[in-house]
């Protein structure tokens, strides 16, 4: 039988959407900030999907684009083997035997700020972690993808990420905003800070055009 995904496309997309906007309202490099989509990601899904999640970080090799055969990595190859440390990770979701990468819309972005040149497809991604090829270098099309697993870095960035009080205020408000569709949600919200100064957040306009 097939299994059914964690999240439905329009689930997907509005978490993305919502994870987005909000760090994009605060000036954060939301194209680097893999570590706030997983963290902020999977709480949602724990908390209005009721499933278990939890964010892992470590290296990641996705390939992107069968005509060019370009494939993003997040991390590097030391002697084949791959390596991932505080300056170069990606953090994504499992949940019941799935990745989820909420921040694979963003790739493009995230592939400009690193310098490079290529145009990568706003798309989802979420597959079964069954699905992930044995290394690197077996990604023969698009949409193949490896992930290693970093336990201690994980367990580093998440207690880093707990210690700054604003993060979890910003996770509280994406908390705040977020219904599980088909509920309709307001297309804006306001936050407030503790000057008392108020910011209007708006739903970010982007949206994949497809999954890998």
Known sequence: MKRKPVLTMPEYIRLFRIIAAVLDCVEANTERACLFFAITGAYLIE????????PVAGAAFYRVDDETGFTIAFGRLEENE???DLNAFHCWIECDGTIV??????????????????SVTRKSFQKPISRMSDSPYGLMQEGDFFLHRDPVLTMELIQTFLRKPGNSDLVNVCEHWYRRP?????PM?????????????????????GAW
Do not use: W, Y
């Open 82 to 84: 791959p390596i991932c």
């Open 189 to 209: 919200i306001q936050m407030g800070s503790n000057d008392g100064s108020v910011t209007t957040i708006r739903l970010s306009n982007i949206e994949p055009e």
């Open 182 to 186: 088909p509920k309709p949600i307001q």
């Open 101 to 118: 990468d909420l921040m694979a819309p963003i790739f493009h972005e995230s592939v400009a700020s690193a310098g490079r040149p290529e």
């Open 47 to 54: 908390h209005a999907h009721k499933r278990p999640a939890r």
